[in-house]
Nanobody, 123 residues
């Protein structure tokens, strides 16, 4: 089992930045790929970014390329999502997820999920 806890969400003005954290416990974090997802009211949960176990591979949704950066610190058992140049359309609940297989994370089929953190971007 892996437990994931997100933090770092909040209210920010358009153009601002936030860094989300995903703290993992339970199993060896370095064994897992992880990803960030978001869900706005009335919409499906979409993948935002994903990273492989040792950070050799990354994936970004087109809507966040060049603005968001995913990273993973295995020594701290924590993943991060640096979000810059935020837009009102980035407003959503953000979730992190983990799985042994990178492609499963990208496909929103990760075995482990956090509870989410709210990000609100005002115009």
């Amino acid at each position: 089992q892996v437990q994931l806890v997100e933090s770092g969400g909040g209210l920010v003005q358009a153009g601002g930045s936030l860094r989300l954290s995903c703290a993992a416990s339970g199993r060896t974090f370095s064994s897992y790929a992880m990803g960030w997802f978001r869900q706005a009211p009335g919409k499906e949960r979409d993948v935002v970014a994903a990273i492989s176990r040792f950070s050799g591979r990354t994936y970004y949704a087109d809507s966040v390329k060049g603005r968001f950066t995913i990273s993973k610190d295995n020594a701290k058992s924590t993943g991060y999502l640096q979000m810059n140049s935020l837009k009102p359309e980035d407003t959503a609940v953000y979730y992190c997820a983990a799985d042994l297989i990178f492609e499963r994370v990208v496909a929103r089929r990760g075995d482990y999920w956090g509870q989410g953190t709210q990000v609100t971007v005002s115009s």
